[in-house]
């Protein structure tokens, strides 16, 4: 069974940082590119970073792209995700998604169940 386990959400100030983590199981990790994506509060999902199976190629949307840095430990079967200068607007619920592919698709088949992440002061 696959298993997308979110962890390190949680409340943090503007300006201030988080560490996503992202533990898998059931299917061999490094054979997969894997994504972040959000929904904020009243909004549909938003994809916001994505990284191929060996971290060779990593992809951001706009609204992250200088203050996020997706990455991932094979060895450990776990993908992260460094969220740096956080914004109110960067306030969601996070969930890590796997793509069908070692290459990046943005077209994920399986979910976590998500870890919230609250910018506020």
């Known amino acids: 069974e696959v298993q997308l386990v979110e962890s390190g959400g949680g409340l943090v100030q503007p300006g201030g940082s988080l560490r996503l983590s992202c533990a898998t199981s059931g299917f061999t990790f490094a054979g997969y590119a894997m994504n972040w994506v959000r929904q904020a509060p009243g909004k549909g999902l938003e994809w916001v970073s994505a990284?191929?199976?060996?971290?060779?190629?990593?992809y951001y949307a706009e609204s992250v792209n200088g203050r996020f840095t997706i990455s991932r430990d094979n060895a450990k079967n776990t993908l992260y995700m460094q969220m740096t200068s956080l914004l109110s607007e960067d306030t969601a619920v996070y969930y890590c998604?796997?793509?069908?592919?070692?290459?990046?698709?943005?077209?994920?088949?399986?979910w976590g169940q998500g870890t919230q992440v609250t910018v506020s002061s």
């Open positions: 998604a796997r793509d069908p592919t070692t290459t990046v698709a943005a077209r994920p088949d399986s």
């Open positions: 990284i191929s199976w060996n971290g060779g190629s990593t």
